[in-house]
């Protein structure tokens, strides 16, 4: 859905070597869960190493999975164990127009996006549905902007079963 929006990805994504916060294969639900409190975030990118110029994203962990496999994993359990690596994860291009990464938010039905530089594969960030959202609320300054996800897409993932893994 191209949309009017100039907006790229990389304008509104959370992201930088600083910014994203990541762990690596071996970390432990414990380990995850604890940076997630510490840095006040929804998700966790999971990365090959922890070089913050070389690493390329593995997965992406957020809170509804850490949920979902506490109920199930003991919390000392590495996430290499529980993450459905793939070949076919969600990522977007850091140029891409934000109307067309929602669009990919959608078609996935994923809430997250993993920021790459297309070329090299380099992680560079990470994008949300709430990124986007509230981005159209402070370009409409209003409260009544249309949000760009039809509801029943929002009702979907609310009621989705399955670990949002986002290895599509």
Known sequence: M???????????????PCVVFCCNLESTLKHIIQQMLHWRCSSVVIT??????????MGIVTTTDILKWLLKHQITTPVKKLLHMDASLV???????????ADMMMDKKVHHLIVIE???GQLKGIISAFNIATHMMMKSGSEERKWPFPEKYLQEIAAAEQPHNYTA
Not at 2 to 16: L, W, Y
Not at 48 to 57: E, L, N, P, T, W
Not at 91 to 101: P, S
């Open 91 to 101: 990522t977007v291009d850091v140029d891409v127009d934000i109307y067309e990464a």
């Open 2 to 16: 191209a949309g009017p929006s100039t907006v790229r990805v990389s304008d509104i994504m959370t992201g930088g």
């Open 48 to 57: 090959d190493c922890d070089d913050v110029q070389i690493r390329k994203a």
């Open 118 to 120: 297309r070329e090299s």
